[in-house]
Nanobody, 121 residues
């Protein structure tokens, strides 16, 4: 069983930055692919960024390319999402996810409880 706890969300003005963290309670963190998803009000949850369990290769949805950076620290069992140049349309609840596949699927096995990000214009 993997427990994921996000932190770092909050309220920020457009153009600002936030860093999300996800702490995983598992001893074999490096065996899990990890990802960040978001769900805006009235919309479905969507994949934002993922990082593989093998070579840490990354994926970003088009809307965040060049602004967000996903990274992982396997020694600390922690996943990060650095969010720069934030826009009001980035406003959403952000969820950390873990999967046993090499790359996080669209329906990962484990979810965190979410952290809210609000970007004002």
């Amino acid at each position: 069983q993997v427990q994921l706890v996000e932190s770092g969300g909050g309220y920020v003005q457009a153009g600002g930055s936030l860093r999300l963290s996800c702490a995983a309670s598992v001893r074999t963190f490096n065996r899990y692919s990890m990802g960040w998803f978001c769900q805006a009000p009235g919309k479905e949850r969507e994949r934002v960024a993922t990082i593989s369990r093998s070579d840490s290769s990354t994926y970003y949805t088009n809307s965040v390319k060049g602004r967000f950076t996903i990274s992982r620290d396997d020694a600390k069992n922690t996943l990060y999402l650095q969010m720069n140049s934030l826009k009001p349309e980035d406003t959403a609840v952000y969820y950390c996810a873990a999967d046993t596949t090499i790359v996080v699927s669209k329906a990962p096995s484990y979810w965190g409880q979410g952290t809210r990000v609000t970007v004002s214009s």
